[in-house]
């Protein structure tokens, strides 16, 4: 006795050196949050914002005119005679100036500033895509919490079957076979009871690589037991995988129209001054230059953003046809799951819940077999395990169809 009492007084001394336990120490990490770290340190995100700026800097560079062109030249030099050096040469500075003709730079801009909104989009799209990787995850951490409680609740109840079946051995009410059977029993409780704290740890570990946070830490999804269906935006009118097709088809339409007029031929005004020898005279140089279209007249270049064109608005067709198939499977798809959820919550899980709890005090007055227990408790576990499966299909279920429609914000408000 007074030995224990030592180590009792030991333990509590011990506990007060050292430093707090590490779940003093655990955060909780919400929804809203995990969503949060993800978008700031996303390097898919990161990687989007990038091509948005080139496509503004596209859009500034597009915009400007062609530049002069600055040139001297001298002529009548390293000759015979008067000409032998450069004293007599006549010497010219120009200035030649491109005008562009047919309204390029315009389309050019309208190019610029169209695949610049496919881009737009594209980043919208990382950030819903983001979105959905991070809820999906947290789904699967909080699902994994709650399978490992009932792993938890499972190998407690294993081991008051154990402890029940040795007393009723002790005594001589049953046979040593309950016994064994209890330990078996118990066995595969505690495996499954580590199966289900490794799944939590690599669901853990698989939502800290999008929000960075590290081990220990808790999430706080009180919504997972209630199969809400999340609110709807109502100010969605295009969905983003069509409007991603129609700014590819506007590019494309602003394409063919810059090739259309760069076949137009453009000016180059030249000016400049000359002087004349040794002479202090000076004498004003003045042309125009237009480029001849023998060779190459642009209508291939044409050809091939008239292609191009097609192709995109081909692709426009079948992208809707895929948005809009996909968006009825994702509606679909929740009915089924939020059925099937309150289903797996309802009276079964309440029948299974009030049939072990018989079975528990039947067995432990002797009225019961041991077999009824065992089933009873086993038929309580793969409903519970059913009832989780429901709820996270269906929380998957929502968030993709967040995802179809390019939400960004949190399915569910903590």
Do not use: C
């Not at 655990?26 to 700026?53: G, K």
């Not at 078996?184 to 698989?206: F, P």
């Not at 969605?236 to 063919?256: D, H, I, K, N, Y």
């Not at 072990?356 to 309580?380: D, V």
């Amino acid at each position: 006795m007074h030995k224990r009492v030592s180590v009792v007084i030991a333990s509590v001394l011990l506990g007060a050196l050292l430093p707090p336990p590490l779940y003093a120490q655990t955060t909780t990490l919400t929804l809203a949050d995990a969503i949060s770290r993800a978008q700031q340190s996303a390097p898919a995100l990161a990687a989007a914002e990038a091509a948005l700026r080139a496509a503004d800097a596209n859009v500034d560079v597009a915009g400007l005119a062609p530049n002069p062109t600055l040139s001297y030249q001298a002529e009548n030099v390293m000759g015979t005679g008067r000409y032998a050096d450069f004293g007599s040469s006549e010497r010219t500075l120009a200035v030649s100036v491109p005008i562009e003709l047919g309204g390029k730079r315009e389309a050019r801009r309208r190019v610029a500033e169209a695949e610049r909104g496919a881009t737009q989009l594209g980043l919208n799209a990382t950030r819903a895509d983001i979105t959905q990787r991070v809820t999906v995850a947290f789904i699967a951490v909080a699902a994994a919490e709650q399978r490992l409680n009932v792993m938890r609740d499972g190998h407690e109840l294993a081991g008051q079957a154990a402890r029940a079946a040795h007393q009723r051995v002790a005594v001589g009410k049953a046979s040593p076979i309950e016994e064994e059977r209890a330990r078996v029993l118990l066995v595969n409780a505690e495996v499954k009871l580590g199966k289900a704290e490794r799944a939590l740890n690599l669901a853990l570990t698989d939502l800290g690589r999008y929000t960075g946070a590290r081990a220990p830490y808790l999430v706080a999804a009180t919504w997972f037991e209630s199969p809400v269906t999340a609110r709807d935006n109502k100010e969605v009118v295009t969905l983003p995988a069509a409007a991603a097709a129609e700014a590819r088809l506007a590019a494309a339409s602003a394409r063919v129209d810059a090739a259309r007029r760069d076949r137009i031929p453009d000016l180059t005004l030249i000016a400049g001054s000359r002087r004349f020898g040794d002479s202090p005279d000076r004498a004003a140089v003045l042309g125009i230059s237009i480029p001849l279209p023998l060779f190459n007249r642009g209508s291939q270049a044409l050809a091939r953003s008239q292609a191009d064109y097609e192709r995109v608005q081909a692709e426009r067709g079948a992208a809707m046809q895929e948005v809009e198939q996909a968006l009825s499977h994702a509606q679909v798809d929740v009915a089924d799951a939020l059925a099937a959820a309150e289903a797996a919550r309802g009276p079964a899980l309440a029948a299974a819940e009030e049939a072990a709890r018989i079975a528990r005090l039947g067995y432990s007055a002797g009225k019961f077999p041991q077999l009824e227990l065992i089933e009873a408790e086993r038929a309580l576990t793969e409903t519970r395990e059913a009832a989780i499966d429901a709820l996270a299909a269906f929380h998957t279920a929502q968030a993709h169809l967040a995802y179809l429609r390019g939400s960004i914000a949190p399915l569910y408000k903590d």
